[in-house]
């Protein structure tokens, strides 16, 4: 072959065009090799992950030993539980100068409270004066909560003193004047031959004699009152201490946590509330139903703390948590599902699953036959993140307001926060004084604080600090 046949012979090379929608080529099997890598370092991590995780729900034990709870779908906020922000206007008192108030109690003019550092407090003059201590010893954390004590409910008496529930030491009578401290019955009296762990509320007749109270449980103190809800343990009780023959009684018995106590008006039953099931015992002292019990009411927005009289001839209700309907519940979704209960707690502190409950006040007033009349609402926690108690003190009161008449031009509605926090023909809004929340370790920023303080002093800025005034409309029948 000559030279000019093998050129005619030849073929020109083309160049390559490489374009953004040029395939690229698979590689065997399918994949290539970058996403093999990462399939790989994917499963390891999962396996890294999975097999401790796994190993702790097989090896850890649970601190609780829950049982299955059956709730109803809890009432739709509409109505008079419709949420509002009525809470929000209420002026913050004693801000950064109490530990977790609990409850109130106010004998004249002066209020009193049992705070998480084991103190019960006077508070005049926007002084806060130190009146008993009922233990000893540090008291910054809630493992010293068993020394150093921790003053739960509190309520005047006939004669000027204070009886108080420390949920680790037991009835105390304090003379406040005096600074005189009286123990009435101890915590590690047996009674009916199980011990009382966790004392909680009080309540205490006209003549000061007998002091109904409730212990919330044989098992568990009050600094593990989150394994008490998640557990449904049913070993609380509510008792009678006659303070003469120095004599108690159980009255109710198998009760899942109760908390909050509160006496009629006419001193013939006594209201208890069972917080984990979200409702409220009525038990009979005296007349024709003496010895008796029956349900007040059930079903509540939320899980009731304590209970106090209004001013209507019913009852102030603090909760504790809302169940949001709609919306959701972390402890109703949990009630029937022990198998998750147990699983979180192996894996996560008290404090830990604490941060998931939601911050929203409620206080919720009901009529004398248990009907829900009003309630008032913070839905953020802006003002108080939680609350314990609401309460309304008489113009002149010189005891528990629970022994005077109610008297509407003189109502007063406070409450406390703690983190450790009605039909009629006509309708009218009043004015009342000093409605007030007692706040001590909030979790509200420091920013946030400002903010509101801001936003308040614009709108009000005529008002003293310590004395704010918030419309609330009632019912008059």
Aim: hydrophobic content about 35%; aromatic content about 8%.
């Amino acid at each position: 072959m000559s030279e000019a046949d093998g050129l005619r012979q030849r073929r020109p090379v083309r160049p390559q065009v490489v374009t953004d929608d040029a395939r690229v080529p698979e590689a065997k099997g399918g994949s290539s090799f970058s996403g093999r890598v990462f399939r790989a370092t994917f499963l390891m991590l999962a396996v890294f992950l999975t097999v401790p995780l796994l190993g702790a729900m097989m090896l850890l034990d649970s601190p609780i030993d829950p049982q299955p709870l059956s709730f109803k779908e809890p009432p739709l906020l509409l109505g008079v539980l419709q949420p509002n922000t009525k809470l929000r206007q209420a002026e913050r008192l004693f801000e950064n100068q109490l530990v977790g108030p609990e409850s109130i109690a106010h004998i004249g003019d002066v209020m009193f409270t049992g705070t998480a550092d084991g103190r019960v407090v006077k508070l005049e003059n926007g002084e806060v004066e130190t009146i008993a201590r009922f233990g000893s010893g540090p008291c910054k954390t809630r493992d010293d909560e068993p020394a150093c004590g921790r003053p739960l409910g509190i309520r005047a008496g006939p004669n000027g003193t204070l009886f108080v529930a420390d949920a680790y030491k037991g009835l105390f009578e304090v003379n406040p004047w005096k600074r005189e401290v009286k123990l009435l019955l101890s915590s590690e009296t047996p009674i009916e031959g199980r011990k009382m762990s966790f004392v909680n509320d009080l309540t205490v007749t006209r003549d000061g004699r007998k002091i109904y109270f409730t212990d919330s449980s044989s098992k568990w103190q009050r600094r593990d009152y989150l394994l008490l809800v998640m557990e449904g343990t049913d070993d609380g009780r509510l008792l009678e201490y006659d303070t003469e023959t120095k004599e108690v009684k159980v009255l109710l018995d198998h009760l899942r946590f109760p908390n909050g106590v509160q006496l009629s008006p006419a001193e013939d039953f006594v209201l208890v509330a069972e917080l984990t099931m979200a409702r409220i015992r009525r038990f009979y002292v005296s007349g024709l139903m003496k010895g008796g019990a029956d349900l007040f009411v059930e079903n509540l927005p939320g899980f009731p703390d304590n209970i106090r009289a209004s001013s209507s001839g019913g009852y102030w209700v603090g909760m504790s948590t809302i169940r949001s309907n709609p919306g959701f519940s972390m402890l109703d979704f949990l009630s029937e599902r022990p198998y998750l209960k147990r699983m979180i707690f192996k894996l996560f502190s008290q404090e830990t699953v604490m941060k998931f409950v939601p911050r929203y006040s409620l206080v919720l007033e009901l009529s004398d036959s248990g009907a829900f009349r009003r309630s008032l609402h913070d839905p953020d926690g802006q003002v108080a993140a939680y609350v314990s108690e609401g309460r309304r003190k008489m113009a002149g009161e010189r005891g528990d307001p629970s022994h005077m008449k109610p008297s509407r031009s003189g109502e007063v509605l406070g409450g406390s926060a703690s983190r450790d926090v009605g039909s009629g023909a006509r309708s009218w809004c009043r004015l009342q004084p000093k409605a007030a929340l007692l706040l001590g370790d909030s979790p509200v920023g420091v920013k946030q604080r400002e903010r509101r303080r801001s936003a308040l002093s614009a709108e009000r800025s005529s008002v003293r600090p310590l004395n704010l005034s918030f419309p609330v409309c009632e019912s008059e029948n």
